[in-house]
């Protein structure tokens, strides 16, 4: 009897999460036709009382009360609509494939009622690149985070593609030794950066193209004046090339995406009533000069010459 009673129990609190909500609460009477479906017995009082147990443990079971009681479950772990965007962000990911995606909507479909799991199946058509086919990513980045927390190395492989689109390994297999400092996401892609062993430096590898990721037990090379943050302002798309100081003149106009590219505490002055100067520490990289492309004019270098010539080669290239 007193295993029947608990089984009672489980699967009243699996009923009322899987199947009630607001729109759809249900009855006492529904409640004992579903114990029915196992193979329990049970009266009205029985009902009420588990209720009230559940209630008493935290479940928000809200009672809709008319001249039959109806009982659903209130706000859950997640709301619909804090649901609906994490779905809209595993959905839209180019770093979480097909399958994977699949695989984790459905779990938190599990979240909520089934008539609102419904809800979720929705999706997302993206322009651009399309989701990637290595299921490993997703484990590899784990293995980085948690490398990352623990102040440890990591050993890797890393692959390119060849003309015919075949992954091969760079330098005949190379295992890097990296510590990992940070997990970088820029257009889509995730980073690791870190002290290089091969490089000698700090350094940058594309996730999705690492593969045989394993932990060391060794402790990281630290770096202690490492800002992630600030790394990523002065490294466009992921380039190792060496930084140098930059300066800009800028309409008024563009204020706003300096201050977006590079931060509030970027270093700007009046130039005349229509310009101003910026000072900016950058890797004067194919990204970087793209980024200038696309003011048309409204920003352009003026310093070093150096850097000036390499973007006025890289349009006459483009032309």
């Known amino acids: 009897m007193k295993n029947e009673s608990q089984q009672a129990l489980l699967l009243l609190w699996q009923y009322l999460h899987q199947h009630?909500?607001?729109?759809?609460?249900?009855?006492?009477?529904?409640?004992?036709?579903?114990?029915?479906?196992?193979g329990i017995q049970a009266g009205r009082k029985s009902v009420y009382t588990d209720i009230e147990l559940l209630q008493n443990v935290g479940m928000d079971i809200v009672c809709v009360k008319s001249s039959q009681n109806r009982y659903f479950v209130g706000q859950g772990l997640f709301e619909l609509p804090e649901l609906k965007l994490l779905v809209d962000a595993v959905e839209s990911s180019r770093f979480i494939t097909e399958k994977k995606s699949t695989a984790l909507i459905k779990k938190l479909g599990h979240l909520t009622s089934t008539a609102q799991a419904e809800q979720l199946n929705r999706r997302i058509y993206m322009g651009g690149t399309p989701k990637?086919?290595?299921?490993?990513?997703?484990?590899?980045?784990?293995?980085?985070?948690?490398?990352?927390?623990?102040?440890?190395q990591i050993t890797f492989q890393y692959f390119e593609y060849t003309p015919k689109k075949e992954k091969i390994l760079k330098h005949d297999g190379y295992k890097y030794r990296f510590s990992p400092y940070a997990m970088i996401w820029n257009r889509d892609c995730y980073y690791a950066v870190g002290w290089s062993e091969k490089h000698g430096k700090i350094a940058q590898f594309r996730v999705d193209r690492m593969t045989a990721v394993e932990p060391l037990e060794q402790a990281a090379v630290q770096t202690p004046d490492f800002d992630p943050a600030e790394y990523v302002r002065k490294?466009?798309?992921?380039?190792?090339?060496?930084?140098?100081?930059?300066?800009?003149?800028?309409?008024?106009?563009?204020?706003?995406?300096?201050?977006?590219?590079?931060?509030?505490?970027?270093?700007?002055?009046?130039?005349?009533?229509?310009?101003?100067?910026?000072?900016?520490?950058v890797a004067p990289s194919p990204p970087f000069f793209s980024w200038i492309f696309t003011f048309g004019g409204k920003i352009r270098i003026i310093s070093p010459l150096t850097v000036l010539e390499e973007m006025r080669d890289m349009a006459a290239w483009l032309k």
């Open 20 to 38: 009630t909500d607001e729109q759809h609460p249900v009855s006492v009477t529904d409640i004992l036709a579903f114990w029915q479906q196992h």
């Open 132 to 152: 990637p086919e290595n299921e490993s990513i997703y484990y590899n980045v784990d293995t980085i985070h948690n490398a990352v927390q623990k102040k440890q």
């Open 235 to 281: 490294v466009f798309g992921m380039y190792p090339d060496d930084l140098c100081t930059v300066e800009l003149l800028c309409d008024n106009e563009v204020m706003r995406s300096v201050i977006d590219r590079f931060g509030e505490n970027v270093r700007t002055e009046t130039a005349d009533e229509q310009h101003f100067r910026a000072t900016v520490e």
